[in-house]
């Protein structure tokens, strides 16, 4: 289920690069807890992470301005790619790229483009 897991290594790699490479870059900012929200089951994606596509967004939301800060594609993927697989196994299962894809591009459309230029991607099949 999980597409994070082997890429373990290769996050560490951006990680030490990014520190070898963003001296200056802010620390990666914590995650919200929104584990009490209770519209977890409204778009649920299929897999069934009880994480709802309005709280993937509200997260997203919250990370753009710490995103913005970093300055760079790799720093920003590197903090996106951690931060985001620390947010989600806090809620439960992590769901692979293409369910966040999918929740991202019919409820927050706007979200996903930015967060994703940000990090220089185009989908979150690449995290």
Avoid: H
Avoid at 6 to 26: G, H, K, R
Avoid at 33 to 55: F, I, L, R
Avoid at 104 to 118: D, M, N, Q, S, Y
Wanted: with cysteine; glycine share 8%.
């Amino acid at each position: 289920m999980s597409t994070f897991r082997p890429l373990a290594p290769a996050i560490c790699l951006v990680l030490a690069l990014t520190a070898c490479t963003e001296a200056d870059a802010p620390e990666p900012a914590s995650a919200p807890n929104t584990t009490g929200s209770t519209s977890a089951a409204v778009s649920a994606p299929a897999g069934g992470s009880p994480v709802s596509a309005k709280e993937v967004c509200a997260y997203l939301d919250g990370q753009v301005p710490t995103l913005k800060g970093i300055g760079s594609e790799t720093g920003a993927m590197a903090n996106l790619t951690v931060n985001l697989y620390s947010w989600y196994e806090r809620q439960g299962p992590v769901p692979n790229g293409r369910e966040i894809d999918d929740q991202t591009r019919k409820e927050c459309p706007a979200t996903r483009t930015e967060v994703l230029k940000l990090a220089g991607m185009e989908s979150f099949e690449r995290l």
